[in-house]
């Protein structure tokens, strides 16, 4: 298996609420390995298996959340 890691801007988090929000939209998604979500800089960075999750499907449920993806 080999992993993939990338990172997007997300705009609208103002709390560990949302922080907790993107980490279990992320999760969901089957492949998903790690996320790192960082308030302040408000950048999410993902681990994942790319042969089980893609991009788009990331971006997707940082959305479904409720949050812009930059």
């Keep these: ?15 560990d609420g949302c922080v907790s929000a993107v980490k279990r939209a992320l999760a969901a998604i089957e492949g998903v390995e790690s996320t790192d979500v960082n308030l302040a800089t408000s950048e999410v960075t993902v681990t994942y298996d790319p042969a089980r999750a893609g991009i788009s499907s990331l971006r997707n449920a940082i959305r479904g959340a409720g949050y812009e993806v930059g």
């Design 1 to 15: 298996m080999s992993s993939s890691t990338t990172s997007f801007m997300v705009d609208g988090m103002t709390c």
